[in-house]
């Protein structure tokens, strides 16, 4: 799984290729922008460059987190389509994206005990093609406390097919077997 990134710039990278038209109206025109997994689109007003290129996708808003036991210093892990995962679902209308984070923890996870919203971590976003429409996904990410039974039950509906408590040590299984996004979590998740 490559990470492909998208420099949105006033100022030019010189080693990152550079794109004429960063605005692709749908997912394949994307990816064919992309020689290598970086390039930028140079242009005097960036966020304005980047505001546009967002309208050219139906957007979707997700809230989750990594979920710290300070009892086995252990963290949530979710297996879903046979990669690891963090728990993470769409915000519902009227609610916030750390409420959303702690609920869709719980159905996910399937947890009993209190969880605690410690901190923000980072936003991710991907795109990807669902029934021939482009989407934009936002993830919030949030680094969470539990207290409580460490037993957990996967949402299967939502195709997970396990719930795990793993040790820092042992994440380096999950980071071979996950998405890049997921993986720039955890790199935020312990920056110092």
């Known amino acids: 799984m490559d990470k492909q990134v998208i420099h949105f710039t006033s100022v030019p990278i010189s080693t990152v290729d550079i794109v004429e038209n960063a605005m692709p109206l749908n997912i394949l025109a994307l990816k064919g922008l992309f020689k290598n997994q970086e390039i930028q689109a140079v242009n005097q007003h960036p966020k304005a460059e980047l505001k ?32 690891w995962d963090l728990p993470k679902g769409k915000i519902e209308h009227g609610e916030s994206s750390k409420d959303a984070a702690i609920r869709e923890i719980y159905e996910e996870c399937g947890l009993t005990g209190k969880l605690e919203l410690k901190h923000r971590i980072c936003s991710t976003y991907h795109v990807y093609e669902y029934k021939n429409k482009s989407i934009l996904k936002k993830n919030n990410w949030y680094y969470l406390e539990y207290d409580g039974d460490l037993k957990t039950n996967p949402q299967t509906e939502e195709s997970i097919t396990a719930v795990s408590w793993m040790k820092k040590k042992d994440f380096e299984n999950c980071l071979s077997q996950t998405y ?13």
């Open 52 to 83: 546009s290129f967002f309208k050219q996708f139906n957007k979707l808003k997700t809230a989750g987190g990594l979920v710290y036991h300070p009892g086995t210093d252990a963290y949530l892990w979710i297996k879903r389509w046979g990669l």
């Open 180 to 192: 890049p996004s997921i993986q720039e979590v955890i790199e935020h998740a312990f920056e110092s």
